[in-house]
């Protein structure tokens, strides 16, 4: 059974930074494209098995994908946040081999982020 857990949300400040986690269970993240989702439909970040990363507009230079094979995290580093960030924030990863970013097959419960003034 796949799960996938995020981790690391919370309140900050505007400007300031936040790392969040998605860890897995039943499933190896190294071998899958990962996603970082918003408000459970916007897409914000995108790794995919071979690390080819893609970033929406609005964040990038401000956001880092990456992987942490290791401990089988995808992680999201998030600097400079502003108060639109403001989202529930998703990973979610699909079984197919090279999906499209609505291809979805696993999604995680969420962690909350809220940057204030």
């Known amino acids: 059974q796949v799960q996938l857990v995020e981790s690391g949300g919370g309140l900050v400040q505007a400007g300031g930074s936040l790392r969040l986690s998605c860890a897995a269970s039943g499933i190896n993240l190294s071998l899958n494209t990962v996603g970082w989702y918003r408000q459970g439909r916007e897409l914000v970040a995108r790794i995919d098995s071979i690390?080819?990363?893609f970033y929406e507009g609005s964040v990038q230079g401000r956001f880092t994908i990456s992987r942490d094979n290791d401990k089988n995290t995808v992680n999201l580093q998030m600097n400079s946040l502003k108060l639109v960030d403001t989202a529930m924030y998703y990973c979610a990863t699909s079984d197919l081999p090279d999906p499209q970013p609505d291809e979805n097959d696993h999604w995680g419960q969420g962690t909350q982020v809220t940057v204030s003034l």
């Open positions: 690390g080819r990363t």
